[in-house]
């Protein structure tokens, strides 16, 4: 058997990201899941791209503030306490749009944990 208990800030950020991201799989050796906890301040995204997976579903639970995730169809808007899911081959980019005021904090949950992304182009 295995436990884990830990204090999400005291995890250290993934470097070169373009909003704080905190691994919570690579802190405790999660091998079937991706979860993730971003703090996104306004203007800044959580993917390093507009994307898609071949395989991996997301879920973003929005903690705090409103997340912003941009699809082909439209952008949603994800509030506190609410959750954005996103199936494999569905394109999105999920950010704090630059007009915001407040920061976002939300748990993204990516599985499998699989390398499978691919950028997205809209036009």
């Known amino acids: 058997m ?4 830990l204090a999400v800030d005291d995890i250290e950020p993934t470097p070169d990201r373009p909003s704080i991201q905190r691994s919570i799989s690579d802190a ?10 971003y703090e996104v301040a ?14 991996q579903e997301e879920l973003f639970y929005v903690l705090s503030g409103t997340l ?4 082909p169809e439209k952008t949603y808007e994800v509030g506190a306490d609410e959750v954005f899911v996103v199936e494999p081959d569905s394109p999105q980019r999920a950010h704090n749009p ?12 990516g599985a499998p944990a699989v390398d499978d992304v691919h950028p997205y182009d809209p036009e």
């Open 68 to 71: 912003a995730v941009e699809t």
């Open 98 to 109: 630059e007009s915001a005021t407040d920061h976002v904090k939300t748990v993204v949950i």
């Open 42 to 55: 306004p203007g800044e995204d959580i993917p390093l791209a507009y994307h898609y997976h071949d395989d």
């Open 28 to 37: 405790v050796g999660l091998e079937n899941a991706a979860v993730n906890v």
């Open 2 to 5: 295995g436990y884990h208990h």
